[in-house]
């Protein structure tokens, strides 16, 4: 009785919706409309993109001759080995801060969050907002007494001095992130724990930790484009030379302006090589970052 | 192994402005299987959390044998064993398994945490995965059982230790009918012959009565009584008491006390009751007034000269027995009659059991007779 009540419900809703869709005329020309638009604006903004592209394919004499969004008439690797040869060093520096660096702000972050999320002593709410309010300081406020503070360690013009730099200041914002995924571990099974005879440093390693990947991979990747990306720090802290870092070797590769001309190949090899890597995360971890949250990481009810 | 004695215990939940539980003072023998009983929020968990070293309580001591675990003054710490160190076993009302291992290593890992040889935690793990069923889901995570089997798992897991002390909190919710009784056999076998000191939270009665040494009967964070469980069913030192002990709760009835031949009655308007001989002296104080009488519907029975006479309303049949439920004036009270066949009149004469009589003051809720 009941089904085939659904049944009769469903065709008369479909009929329902078969009479809403047909398409009246001044529809048809708003839809027409709307998908112009969103194409010119599509072209517009991929048009760019679309022409380093075709460019870092191109010999350096067609690229500066051709229409830069034509196709390469001769497909050529030319601008990517060399831009690959100049950027050799600073992408390998970048690569190391931005591991290293994400990973110490991580690690530091974690344990921040744990403390503050799970485990109650005085000032404890001093102490986060402290570290929010960390989170939006402008760096350019601090740059003279950071630069001197490194100078003083021996770390100027030294990748590690960068990494050093990095895990400190990513720690406020990876704290923040991290102790909302930590809030969400069950204070249950902290109490458990500790009933089991563990004091709150192996709760941390061996609860906490293992039940909130997810919630590290976010906030690792998460670090990681910031730090790619990240621009001031190693202008101010490295000087051009063996540390140079990756993004700053685009004005690195400014300085292919050789004795023919800008070499426009290289220079757009060079910028495809250096959005690789985020490329690459992004494709992986993508979908961690795009639902931001880690629901299902904590899997503990 | 160790008795447990709390003094003037007070848990405050906001620095001592209110108190979840109040001065309470309780004393659990050596090898007990002691209930906290009481409805939902009466403090039961707040005062295992206490026992457990979870929660720092307001003030009072809390010992187990001679040892000081917690001495609190006004909000002050003054000594804290922290409660990795006091060598309890818990289970929590939501389990709390470790999502990030499996069944096995749950059970385990108290004992890796106390380095115990392997061969041992293998031995320990898989006696007590056999006694609770669990054998097959070994090597399970936690997330592909159902909530019976994490049950049984956080019992296990508790089980598995040699602990001083046994904290459970309503570990038996999620079990279904059957299982329940098993599990609760199985537990209480398990806790006699390892004779360990046991707290055992529950809200409900009937695991209480079966289960317990000792019975501590909380409400609104005072303990209302304590004792074995038939001196609470019999002796209910209080309405309260007598109306949460017992299924089919307990009838009550507002009664004048009046005198009559020398003698007095209770006087509840559909019926009246001659006082028995031992209670007329503690109920001289009440004559011309009022008192609360409580019987139990399993204390009537059918009486062709009794002086109850009620109009039969509606008869649920238990199997072995039938719950009558009768209209006495506005009132409808319930009568378990164990009879065979149930009774076919409209009208039934019932008596009470005189000796099991409960009478209450109206104003302070106590009881009035031995
Ligand atoms: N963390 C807390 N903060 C504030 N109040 C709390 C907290 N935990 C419990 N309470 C309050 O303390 C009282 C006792 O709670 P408790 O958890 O001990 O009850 P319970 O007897 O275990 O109840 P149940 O049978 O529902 O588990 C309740 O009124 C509850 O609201
Ligand atoms: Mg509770």
Redesign the interface.
């Known amino acids: 009785m009941q089904s085939n009540l659904t049944i009769e419900r469903s065709k008369e809703a479909q009929a329902a919706q078969t009479v809403r869709i047909k398409p009246k005329w001044h529809k048809v020309v708003l839809h027409i409309v709307y998908y112009v638009v969103l194409i010119v604006f599509l072209v517009f903004y991929m048009l760019p993109f679309w022409g380093a592209v075709v460019s870092s394919f191109k010999s350096n004499t067609e690229a500066t001759t051709s229409s830069p969004i034509a196709l390469p008439q001769e497909w050529s690797m030319e601008g990517y080995s060399g831009a690959l040869e100049k950027l050799k060093t600073p992408l390998l520096n970048s690569l190391v801060v931005t591991v290293f660096g994400a990973a110490g702000s991580v690690f530091l972050g974690s344990v921040c969050a744990y403390a503050l999320s799970k485990w109650k002593f005085r000032l404890n709410n001093v102490l986060f907002i402290a570290l929010v309010a960390a989170t939006y300081l402008p760096f350019q406020a601090i740059l003279i007494p950071l630069l001197k503070t490194v100078q003083s360690f021996g770390l100027y013009d030294n990748i590690w001095g960068v990494v050093m730099v990095h895990s400190i200041f990513g720690m406020p914002m990876c704290t923040t992130m991290m102790r909302g995924y930590y809030a969400e571990v069950?204070d249950?099974?902290i109490?458990?724990?500790?009933?089991?005879?563990?004091?709150m440093w192996?709760i941390y390693r061996?609860?906490v930790v293992?039940?909130t990947k997810l919630a590290t991979i976010t906030t690792f990747v998460f670090q990681c484009t910031s730090i790619w990306n990240e621009m001031l720090f190693a202008l101010v802290l490295t000087a051009q030379g063996e540390s140079a870092m990756a993004p700053l070797a685009t004005t690195v590769l400014q300085g292919f302006v050789g004795a023919t001309g800008v070499e426009i190949n290289q220079l757009m090899a060079g910028s495809m090589i250096l959005a690789l890597p985020m490329l690459v995360i992004y494709i992986f971890m993508g979908k961690y970052l795009i639902s931001g949250q880690m629901s299902g990481a904590?899997?503990?009810? | 192994m160790a008795a447990i004695t709390i003094k003037d215990m007070s848990v405050s939940y906001n620095k001592g402005k209110t108190f979840v539980l109040d001065r309470l003072n309780l004393s659990i023998k050596d090898g007990e299987f002691c209930v906290f009983l009481g409805p939902s929020g009466c403090g039961k968990s707040t005062a295992m959390y206490s026992i457990a070293g979870l929660l720092e309580p307001y003030a009072g001591q809390i010992y187990f044998g001679d040892t000081l675990m917690t001495e609190m003054d006004k909000g002050k710490k003054k000594t804290f064993i922290p409660p990795q160190e006091r060598n309890i076993a818990m289970v929590f009302q939501e389990y709390a398994l470790y999502p990030n291992m499996t069944v096995r290593e749950n059970m385990a890992f108290s004992l890796k945490t106390k380095k115990v040889p392997k061969e041992e935690i293998d031995r320990l793990v898989n006696e007590q995965a056999e006694k609770l069923e669990l054998t097959p889901l070994l090597d399970r995570r936690i997330a592909q059982l159902s909530g019976g089997q994490r049950q049984r798992v956080a019992l296990g897991r508790a089980l598995v230790r040699s602990p001083q002390v046994f904290l459970l909190d309503e570990p038996l919710g999620n079990l279904d009918a059957k299982l329940r009784d098993q599990v609760r056999y199985e537990l209480k076998k398990i806790q006699r012959e390892l004779n360990i000191t046991t707290v055992y939270v529950t809200h409900d009665q009937t695991e209480a009565m079966t289960m317990a040494d000792h019975i501590v009967l909380l409400n609104g964070g005072n303990i209302m009584q304590e004792g074995t469980p038939n001196e609470l069913y019999d002796h209910p030192a209080n309405e309260f008491v007598a109306g949460f002990l017992g299924t089919p709760q307990i009838n009550i009835f507002d009664c004048q006390v009046v005198e009559k031949d020398n003698g007095l009655v209770l006087d509840a308007g559909a019926f009246t009751l001659p006082v028995p001989a031992d209670t007329v002296a503690c109920l001289q104080p009440y004559v011309g007034g009022a008192v609360h009488l409580g019987i139990r519907p399993a204390d009537m029975d059918l009486d062709p000269n009794g002086p109850i006479t009620a109009h039969v309303d509606s008869i649920e049949p238990l199997g072995d027995a039938y719950l009558i439920y009768i209209s006495l004036g506005e009132k409808l009270v319930v009568f378990k009659y164990a009879g065979e066949k149930a009774p076919a009149e409209e009208e039934l004469h019932l008596s009470p059991n005189f000796a099991k009589l409960h009478l209450f003051d109206p104003a302070t809720e106590a009881r009035i007779n031995a």
Do not use: E, H, R, Y
């Open positions: 069950p249950a099974l109490k458990q724990a500790m009933i089991d005879g563990n004091g192996q061996k609860i293992p039940n904590v899997t503990a009810s």
